[in-house]
Structures are given as C-alpha cells and as structure tokens.
C-alpha cells in the first residue's frame, strides 16, 4: 500500500459549524464596510473567494486564461450587486451562484462543446469506496492525487465535487448555486462519482481502491 494513502480523524460538527458561523460573520462585516462606503474592504472578500472562484471557473472552462477572466467578471458582478446581497445564503454560496452563471454565460458564448466521460459499469460498493476515498484523504493528497483526475471531468461535474467535497457546500447549498433541485444534485454527485472513478481507475495506483475498499467492510 502506497504511503500516501491513510486515514485522518474526522473534524467534528461542532468546530465545523462555530467555523461557519465565524465566516459568515467576518463576511458580513466586510459587505457592511463595503456598502457604508469603504470599497478597500471589498479586497479582503476578493482574497477571501478568489482561490475557489478560480479553480470553479477552471473546472468549468478547462482553459486558465477564460478561467482568470471569468473569475474578474465574477467579482466584478458582486461588487456591483452587493446590496442585493440579504444574507439569505451563505456569502460564499451566493459567490459561487455568480461564478456558475458567468461561467455558463462563457460556455454559451463560444459554442463549445463539452467533454463526456462514459461510465463504466460499476457496482454499488465501488462507487462507495471512491466516495470513502474522497472523504479521507488528507487535503495535500486530495490535491495532488484527485485533482487532476477531476480535471478531465465534464464541466458541471467537476464543478459539483469541487463544491461538495473540497468547499463542503451542502446538497441545499449547490441546489441554490446551480439552479436544480437538491435530489437532482444528489443524482448529479452519484453520476459525477462515477465518471470520477473511470478516471480514477485509468490514472491512480490500483492499491488506493483496494485499500479503501478493505478499509470500508
């Protein structure tokens, strides 16, 4: 078994959700700075997103330099419709919202055509075995072993596991970013996993699977 692949413990809910609402908090004091007239402060959301803004538009487009683009366009839109901005959502999930559309409004405008993974046949338990992967890798692994894989996904499905496991956006969450409802999100993820495995089984040493599949019983 390769080294690169163990077990980390699991983060719990509670410092998950003070974690939050500490965010939601910082952000909406920055929002509040930005609509009383100190636009300064709108760099510190800007640093805050543009990682993840970035990387959403580079799942999508497939193209880093439509990706940068897409991603000013992006901060460009909520800087100019902040005061719409009701606290409703998460900041973030209002963000990444902006980011699928513009990124839409790109793919729309060139016509192109988008990549298709086929699935392969696989069972219940393997597809659960690549979600236990996703879910226990340590972030430095994810990083270095997945994504690149998850770059050769069509654009939504790289897009939705992006947001589900590396932002950990809920089903209701990426509902409201892409405009579906959450159990079609849900059957989107399901199918989004399984491409992911095709690919991950052509790229990825065979021992990860194995190991988490023993892990897993």
Same mark, same amino acid.
């Given at each position: ?64 330099? %439509? ?5 000013? $366009? ?56 690549? $979600? ?82 023993? %892990?897993?019983?």
């Amino acid at each position: 078994m390769s080294k690169y692949f163990y077990f980390i413990s699991v983060t719990t809910n509670t410092n998950s959700s003070s974690k939050t609402e500490m965010t939601i908090k910082q952000d909406q004091y920055y929002i509040d700075q930005v609509l009383e007239g100190n636009t300064n402060a709108f760099t510190i959301l800007v640093d805050q997103y543009k990682d993840l803004v970035f990387t959403l538009a580079l799942r999508m487009l497939k193209n880093r330099e %439509e990706a940068e683009e897409v991603s000013q $366009d992006t901060f460009i839109k909520v800087f100019k419709s902040l005061q719409k901005f009701k606290g409703d959502s998460k900041f973030s999930t209002w963000i990444y919202k902006v980011a699928y559309n513009t990124c839409l409004d790109r793919i729309k405008r060139n016509k192109r055509q988008q990549q298709v993974v086929a699935i392969d046949e696989y069972t219940e338990k393997y597809v659960k075995s690549i $979600d236990n992967a996703l879910n226990n890798m340590v972030e430095e692994e994810r990083l270095l072993a997945i994504q690149d894989c998850i770059n050769f996904l069509p654009n939504d499905d790289g897009f939705l596991l992006t947001l589900y496991y590396f932002e950990e956006q809920s089903l209701a969450e990426i509902s409201n970013i892409v405009g579906i409802s959450a159990n079609h999100v849900k059957v989107k993820l399901y199918r989004s996993r399984q491409k992911l495995a095709t690919i991950l089984k052509e790229r990825l040493e065979p021992e990860m699977i194995e190991y988490y599949e023993r %892990e897993k019983k």
